[in-house]
């Protein structure tokens, strides 16, 4: 993990703040919750761990400070779940309303997608199914996010929206577009389209 740190906003520098060595296979698809104190990392295994990003001294072990992530890492993970998919995206959703829960959408190699409400009683579960390998999920900007897109290795672009029934979570579909035509020839499928840039 890096932090960026310099003397202005021209000429920043990445300083080393922490090393994950506890997967035992590729690591593909990361991101921080809302305040940036954990990060949820996916690997090809189906493993989804969330990690400390910091962590405070215990009191009177300092007068002040953090230790560092290196420190926090060492403890292991605060969660782990496995879901039977290799996982090529990890998307937490930033922004929330009091009542809501966290949520972390997962995307797969299969073209699926789970979701997953961290620190509660709840399991991932699997809530779409799309074409091609997930390779990317973002959430919109604002205060109370409803919409996602996803973008997979099928060149298509999918955008849905959250819909919350009573304490379940759904997701409608808002508009599908095929944003890239892949090209007939080699794939990877852990990756898309080898040299073809199809994926979105």
């Known amino acids: 993990m890096f932090l960026k740190e310099g003397k202005s906003t021209y000429s920043p520098v990445l300083k080393e703040t922490g090393h994950i060595s506890f997967h035992h296979t590729t ?4 991101d921080f919750n809302g305040d940036g104190m954990q990060v949820a990392v996916g ?42 998919v290799m996982i ?15 949520l972390i959408l997962i995307g797969g190699l299969g073209g699926e997608v789970w979701m997953w ?19 990317c999920i973002g959430w919109e900007n604002g205060p109370n996010p409803r919409r996602v897109a996803l973008g997979t290795s099928s ?11 009573g304490h379940t979570i759904t997701f409608k579909e ?4 095929k944003a890239h035509h892949p090209v007939d ?15 979105v």
Not at 88 to 102: A, G, L
Not at 122 to 133: F, T, W
Not at 185 to 199: I, V
């Open 27 to 30: 690591c593909c698809g990361l």
């Open 155 to 165: 060149g298509i672009l999918y955008v849905y929206e959250k819909v919350d029934e």
């Open 117 to 135: 409400s961290p620190f509660t009683d709840q399991e991932p579960s699997q809530a779409l199914a799309l074409d091609g390998v997930v390779t």
């Open 185 to 199: 020839g080699p794939q990877d499928l852990k990756f898309g389209s080898l040299g073809k840039f199809a994926e």
């Open 43 to 84: 690997d090809f295994a189906g493993n989804i761990l969330i990690w400390p990003a910091y962590h405070p001294h215990p009191s009177g072990a300092k007068e002040k400070g953090e230790e560092s992530a290196s420190e926090c890492f060492f403890r292991g993970p605060l969660l782990k779940r496995q879901i039977p």
């Open 88 to 102: 090529r995206s990890v998307c937490w959703r930033k922004e929330k309303q009091p009542h809501e829960k966290e």
């Open 174 to 177: 808002h508009f599908t577009f």
